[in-house]
């Protein structure tokens, strides 16, 4: 398979320039439209010469589409700009001009401003919040670029955490207004049946200029020249004297000013949810505007935007549900990307894309493990986890006990994630799409067909690895961060698609979701909460243990050769395409096996598989420490009580400072806490036993014993002596 690829690509670079692009936009445009016909349906197109083609889609709705496709063109100038100046996706991107845009919005609906000083607070304000971000992200020059990007998940959280107090702060009101005056509202324009307003083409009147603008600076200005050739290799223009961190501040000041305007103008239009303009949704539809511009050209992002917004809002004349178009991300960005191979390929081979080592966690040293204390130790520990979490349902009271089994299959979606994520290298930010995938396959099986619960179980494990190696397929083609944007499409599609009543009814259960517990063998019951626990903790040891001794294994071997450096590990024979394939397939049954027993916990919907709940599994998993088995359980956990405990502010607010701190201060996550006291009190116990531990400690410097100057000259004296003596003799 990795043998035809090659071939494919290779002859498809062959082809000349004039061929090859037109090409590519009709092989693009053809996926998009059976695609729609796959999720829609024919009977709402109708069938000229056999193509489909929408029925019944007016130019006003055209028209509209591309105007709000213009402010994903927005989200991508500002995602292109930070991952050319860092290298790195900001998914805290649709956020930084959150907050400015916000207030000021507020303060001209709520206090009465004036429309340009609101203006004004919104430019300035964004500017500022671009290059506080900035500040702290360089903190993280060094870290592996996975940790920067998760980095900015958090900061996400946080733009979150203010908006949702920003209407009481500002402006004396428990919610965002709906109306926002603006002096060109009054402005109005009936195409193909729909009124325009001027907010709408205040949106077409900014985008072309900032596109023009930003397209201008890159090219002509001499700090824009120093940005693309940072971009090209931050190392070699740091030695040339580019001053790359003021740079850097340029960029991420510009990012901010791009979000700050697109959440501005897009007000007037929409209106703000809380949270929405933040969601991960949003933040897809700009990631994919992005990469179909190859995360470098502006002005192919602006088309690109627009062609997205037509799409979605076809889906909603198609479907009546806008978000529909979401399903349809995965094939526009794996089309994408898969057709830029070959430009990817050389930037990874450079290092413009490379991933530094992960943290890795030692386990306790060969000359220690035989002390009584150390295995009193490990006993004790063992036993008290072991007693916590039996217990764990008289401790937080009967009545949550749906609680525990949910924080049991998070735990093992976190597994899954250090298999393919922390071991294996490949950065997965839609996990729990397998999870509803898995899901879906299990509670229709049970509801539909009425099959064993464990049938039930082993076919969604053997659909998830399925999936899991069809995504995989394509991913091998794909290096570093633009894989996470291909899982945060798939989690997309899984939510809106495959779990969408609408489009795969045949293959969820009945109406309703709902899928009953069964007798285990006609004899263990398993419909009460607190036995359910206790099976989904089975299952959780199970996944625990075997990917513990998948870590010790060659296999677990070879997944840390290829993440560290897959060059070398090829060269010693290493199946590169088969070995990634394989952490595909075993996290995608993990996962899925988790989503089965989620099955049978709530219901098979969309709302329990939710794109940012994918995100959030993944944040956990990177805070508790994602190379580390224990550290990824007891992070998802920890986080996995204070949302349950904490309320929606608190839990906003610990995903968001919260993770911030801890990987500013400790970038393994909490795992690097928990392993540097373990080595602390290791080191004193090896000074205590007179035990010397060179993975521990330094090497201990040995000294000679002092002498005194007359026998140090006589040392000397009897050297000279002795090589005069070897000198005469030749």
């Known amino acids: 398979m990795n043998e035809y690829f090659e071939v494919v690509a290779r002859r498809w670079a062959a082809l000349p320039t004039p061929v090859r692009r037109p090409l590519q936009l009709l092989l693009w445009a053809l996926g998009v439209v059976v695609a729609v016909e796959l999720l829609f349906g024919r009977q709402r197109y109708a069938h000229p010469l056999g193509i489909p083609f929408p029925n019944g889609v007016s130019l006003g709705i055209l028209v509209n589409g591309a105007i709000q496709g213009m402010l994903y063109a927005f989200l991508a100038f500002g995602l292109i700009l930070v991952y050319r100046a860092n290298r790195i996706i900001n998914f805290a ?354 509801t539909r067909h009425d099959l064993d619960f464990f049938l039930t179980i082993g076919a969604a494990a053997i659909a998830g690895a399925l999936l899991a190696v069809l995504i995989g397929i394509p991913a091998l083609r794909v290096p570093g961060l633009f894989l996470a944007v291909v899982t945060l499409a798939l989690a997309a599609t899984v939510q809106y698609g495959i779990l969408s009543r609408a489009h795969f009814s045949w293959l969820l259960p009945p109406t309703g979701g709902y899928v009953n517990r069964p007798n285990l063998y006609g004899r263990v019951d398993i419909t009460s909460d607190t036995r359910f626990y206790y099976v989904c903790l089975v299952f959780l040891v199970l996944a625990y243990a075997s990917a513990r001794a998948l870590r010790n294994s060659r296999s677990g071997r070879l997944f840390i050769g290829l993440r560290d450096n897959q060059r070398a590990a090829q060269s010693y024979g290493v199946n590169a395409a088969g070995t990634k394939l394989a952490a595909f397939a075993i996290a995608g049954a993990i996962a899925a096996v988790a989503g089965a027993l989620l099955a049978y916990q709530s219901q098979v919907d969309a709302g329990s598989f939710q794109m940012g709940t994918s995100l959030t599994a993944f944040l956990y998993a990177v805070v508790g420490g994602l190379t580390s088995l224990p550290g990824a359980v007891g992070g998802t956990v920890l986080f996995s009580i204070i949302n349950n405990y904490g309320g929606t502010q608190l839990s906003v607010l610990a995903s968001g400072v919260g993770v911030a701190f801890v990987l500013y201060v400790f970038p393994g996550g909490i795992a690097q806490i928990a392993f540097q006291t373990r080595d602390s009190g290791l080191r004193w116990l090896a000074e205590r036993h007179g035990i010397h531990v060179p993975s521990l400690v330094a090497d201990r410097r040995v000294q000679a014993p002092l002498v005194d100057e007359e026998d140090a000259d006589h040392v000397l004296r009897a050297a000279a002596e002795q090589m005069n003596v070897v000198g005469a003799s030749r």
């Open 93 to 446: 991107h649709a956020g930084l001009g959150l907050v400015p845009a916000v207030t000021a919005l507020l303060l001209v609906s709520n206090r009465h401003w004036p429309y340009v000083p609101a203006l004004l607070v919104m430019l300035i304000g964004s500017a500022l919040v671009g290059a506080v971000i900035e500040l702290a992200m360089r903190r993280f020059w060094d870290a592996p670029r996975l940790i920067a990007t998760v980095v900015t998940i958090g900061f996400a959280q946080i733009f979150v955490y203010l908006e949702i107090n920003l209407p009481d702060w500002v402006g004396g009101t428990t919610g965002l207004p709906t109306h926002f005056p603006t002096p060109y509202s009054g402005f109005k324009l009936t195409i193909g049946g729909i009124i325009f307003s001027g907010d709408y083409f205040a949106i077409v009147v900014a985008a072309v200029v900032v596109c023009a603008g930003l397209t201008a600076f890159l090219r002509y200005t001499r700090a824009g020249i120093a940005v693309r050739a940072s971009a090209e290799n931050s190392d070699r223009a740091r030695l040339l004297g580019v001053p790359v961190g003021r740079l850097s501040t340029i960029v991420w000041v510009l990012a901010g000013v791009c979000s700050g305007i697109a959440v501005f103008l897009q007000a007037p239009v929409t209106a703000l949810p809380a949270g929405g303009s933040v969601s991960p949704l949003i933040l897809l539809y700009g990631l994919a505007v992005a990469i179909v511009a190859r995360m470098e050209s502006l002005p192919v992002a602006f088309g690109a935007g627009m062609a997205i917004g037509v799409i979605q809002q076809g889906a909603f004349v198609g479907a009546s549900k806008p978000d529909d178009a979401a399903a349809l991300m995965l094939l526009v960005v794996l089309g994408a990307l898969l057709f830029q191979r070959q430009r990817m390929a050389r930037a990874y081979d450079t290092g413009m894309s490379s991933f530094k080592v992960l943290q890795e966690f030692r386990q306790i040293p060969a000359e220690l493990r035989h002390l009584p204390e150390v295995r009193r130790a490990r006993i004790g520990l063992a036993v008290l986890v072991a007693g916590v979490v039996l217990a764990a349902p008289w401790i937080v009271g009967t009545k949550r006990d749906a609680f525990l089994a949910s924080a049991a299959l998070a735990a093992m979606v976190a597994v899954s994630l250090v298999v393919l994520s922390g071991w294996a290298g490949q950065i997965s930010l839609g996990q729990f799409g397998f999870a509803g995938f898995g899901a879906a396959v299990a509670g229709g099986l049970a």
